[in-house]
């Protein structure tokens, strides 16, 4: 099965592991995954000594879609957080030239309406609060104003079509503030549904080893590939540095 069919065939089982039972990965996913590929083919050849022990065929051949699953819920994740740094870094672009629209109009209207109280009272209420969604607010709110009192701004020759401009930064700016920061909620979701995926596939990866292990523990030809390959090195670096010398 493709990546996509392993996680929606894995889907509800993975939403029904309790939170406080996720664990999230100790070392980097793509090589647990490529570990978990290696161990499901090495203990094919094993397949029938596993079986005493319980695991079953029908469990070994869980393990390539638990790895799948995962594989997918780690493709998905990365997706989201690349979209948010993106849209953080499009928000950081973009965001001062929104600005500076908004401040444009302020300052237009307030001299093209000075004679006008009741519409320069509505510019002073827009030009209140402060923060990204009151800018995003605000653009929307003094396109309509401008559009519904045109004949001011002709007279002092201001482009109108800045108003068209300033309800669609307003739209554009809306989303990408949402996606910059609103996302969080559904990046947190699916940052969740990756542990998921990595928990539900280490459950299997650690008893087929242990299950290894304990078989093999007097044949080191086929002990050394339910072994994780990953550690072992990791170990082997540890205990090759020297010892800090205390003066």
Same mark, same amino acid.
């Given at each position: ?44 050849? &094993?397949?029938?000594?596993?079986? =005493? ?39 950081? /672009? ?21 004679? &006008? ?5 509505? =510019?002073?209420? /827009? ?28 007279? /002092? ?34 940052? /969740? ?55």
């Amino acid at each position: 099965m493709a990546n996509t069919d392993d996680y929606n065939a894995k889907k509800d089982e993975l939403q029904a592991i309790p939170v406080e039972n996720v664990s999230t990965p100790g070392i980097p996913v793509d090589v647990y995954l490529q570990e978990a590929e290696n161990l499901y083919h090495w203990a094919l050849d &094993d397949q029938e000594k596993l079986s =005493v022990v319980g695991i079953s065929a029908d469990k070994l051949n869980d393990l390539p879609v638990r790895a799948g699953a995962c594989r997918e819920a780690q493709s998905i994740w990365f997706k989201e957080r690349f979209s948010q740094q993106e849209a953080q870094r499009n928000w950081g /672009i973009q965001s001062p030239l929104a600005y500076g629209l908004r401040d444009e109009l302020l300052h237009t209207y307030r001299y093209a309406y000075r004679k &006008d109280e009741a519409v320069l009272g509505r =510019v002073s209420a /827009i030009a209140e609060g402060d923060g990204h969604a009151d800018m995003i607010q605000d653009l929307n709110d003094l396109s309509v104003l401008g559009r519904e009192n045109p004949e001011p701004l002709n007279n /002092i020759g201001y482009d109108l079509a800045k108003l068209e401009q300033a309800a669609n930064t307003a739209d554009q700016m809306a989303d990408l503030l949402a996606m910059a920061n609103g996302d969080k909620a559904d990046q947190s979701e699916s940052k /969740i549904m990756r542990d998921k995926a990595y928990t539900h596939l280490k459950e299997l990866v650690d008893e087929i080893r242990e299950a290894g292990k304990y078989i093999f523990w007097r044949d080191p030809q086929r002990y050394k590939g339910y072994v994780s390959q990953y550690w072992k090195k990791v170990n082997r670096q540890k205990s090759e540095q020297p010892d800090e010398v205390v003066e």
